[in-house]
């Protein structure tokens, strides 16, 4: 999209400073970062999980043993920042002890920014909310970092987005950036549930729910590997006496996008979603397409030995092999949204940073989190975003002016 920041090749270093891989060693992976990756090997498998693989196999997926490996498809195990079934999430592995004790680190809990403070454009304050009391905090460059769906209502609520919008909220605007919120991207995720025809096949939440993951590409699409069939070795429910497994898919190019609208400039309002997820008719057939192969998955005699399909029904799919109910049955977030504040070149009018995150019309006000993607990333979003925040840690300890 014209961003040579967000080239591969400049984001690569990126992603191998911050893992660990302790699998791979390669042109791919990172030996020395915080975040640990790793693969569940075939012994850590729980049987569902197997099962799973073993059916790709039958219908022909290749064998993947690395998805983090660019040129990779197919089925194999998910490449997990988990170690003894917990994720080694930002929190452990940068924050750590020694970090929390930089002289140049100050970190202010429990602490909402309300709105960015600015005069002709310039931020010079955050306006914060501590336990009631309102207060500022001053200083010369400010880098938003509140998620995609929060990082927008920070600025909306600083009087920068649609001037009408801002206005609609009861705020003064000051800088017009028609880009801000404009449209929110996330990854549709269906699924459907089995029931296991023997009894305790599946032991509820004592496996992990996910291990592996096949990913391939979708008929016509632009985009390698752009979608996800993956089992799920148990469904969260309340009552543990329903022992189901599925099968999901994840659309990771989908056209389709949702809306996010804040209807007040309180600071407690949650705002409201509209979520788009599959209102596009390519996304919808994309959607049938992979449930075409989870039909197909079902009907191997290594799932069909040991599950019946239960829900939406105990008959999803007709004789062709093609999904009988309506999309919106299986279908709800990837739990990736992003895409709220999107970067671009200068003369995308959309655009509502640059490359380097500076929100538009003003200085020393910077966006880093999944907001600024221009476009959903394929894969899911942590791992992406983690490279966007290593990238902004580059350019400010190298003081390259953002
Ligand atoms: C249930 C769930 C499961 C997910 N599972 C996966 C997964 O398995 N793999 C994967 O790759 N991705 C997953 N994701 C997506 C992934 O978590 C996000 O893409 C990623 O965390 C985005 O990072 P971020 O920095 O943009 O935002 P966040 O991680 O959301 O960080 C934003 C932070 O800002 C804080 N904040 C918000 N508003 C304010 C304010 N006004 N003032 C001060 N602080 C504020 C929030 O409390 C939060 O700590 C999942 C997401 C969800 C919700």
Redesign the pocket.
């Known amino acids: 999209m014209g961003l040579r920041e967000w080239a591969f090749t400049a984001c690569l270093p990126a992603f191998k400073r911050l893992e660990h891989d302790l699998d791979f060693d390669n042109e791919w992976h990172g030996q020395d970062g915080p975040i640990p990756i790793r693969r569940h090997p075939e012994e850590e498998l729980a049987p569902w999980q197997a099962i799973f693989l073993e059916a790709c196999r039958q219908v022909g997926f290749p064998s993947c043993a690395d998805t983090n490996d660019p040129t990779t498809t197919g089925a194999g195990p998910h490449s997990?920042n988990k170690v003894d079934g917990e994720?080694m999430?930002?929190l452990r592995t940068y924050l750590t002890a020694k970090v929390r004790a930089r002289n140049n680190l100050h970190i202010v809990p429990d602490?909402?920014?309300?709105r960015v403070r600015l005069r002709n454009g310039v931020a010079y304050a955050l306006e914060?909310e501590r336990f009631g009391r309102v207060f500022e905090i001053a200083g010369d460059r400010f880098v938003i970092?509140?998620?995609?769906?929060?990082?927008p209502?920070?600025l909306l609520r600083s009087g920068i987005g649609p001037e009408n919008e801002v206005r609609r909220m009861g705020v003064e605007p000051l800088i017009s950036v028609p880009g801000v919120a404009r449209k929110l991207l996330d990854h549709p995720g269906v699924a459907v549930f089995f029931w296991p025809k023997r009894r305790g096949f599946s032991l509820p939440s004592t496996h992990p729910l996910?291990q592996n993951v096949c990913r391939y590409t979708s008929a016509g699409s632009e985009c390698p590997s752009d979608m996800q069939l993956q089992p799920g070795s148990f469904v969260p429910l309340p009552d543990k006496s329903f022992p189901l497994v599925t099968l999901a898919v994840c659309l990771g190019k989908p056209i389709a996008s949702g809306t996010l609208r804040y209807e007040s400039a309180h600071?407690h309002d949650r705002p409201s979603i509209r979520s788009g997820l599959g209102a596009s008719i390519e996304d919808q057939r994309r959607i049938r397409e992979a449930l075409m192969w989870i039909g197909k998955l079902a009907r191997t005699k290594e799932v069909s030995n040991v599950v019946n399909f239960i829900y939406p029904s105990t008959r999803p799919f007709d004789n062709n092999g093609n999904f009988r109910g309506p999309l919106w049955q299986v279908m709800g977030?990837?739990?990736?949204?992003?895409g709220t504040i999107p970067m671009g070149t200068d003369d995308d009018p959309f655009a509502a940073t640059c490359g380097r995150g500076r929100v538009r019309g003003t200085r020393g006000l910077f966006v880093?989190?999944?907001?600024l993607f221009p476009t959903i990333p394929s894969?899911?979003?942590?791992?992406?975003?983690?490279m966007?925040?290593e990238r902004f840690g580059e350019w400010l300890r190298d003081d390259v002016s953002l």
């Open positions: 997990m994720r999430g930002v602490t909402l920014v309300r914060v970092a509140a998620g995609a769906i929060a990082s209502g920070i996910i600071v977030s990837g739990y990736h949204p992003c880093a989190d999944a907001s894969a899911n979003t942590n791992l992406p975003t983690l966007l925040g």
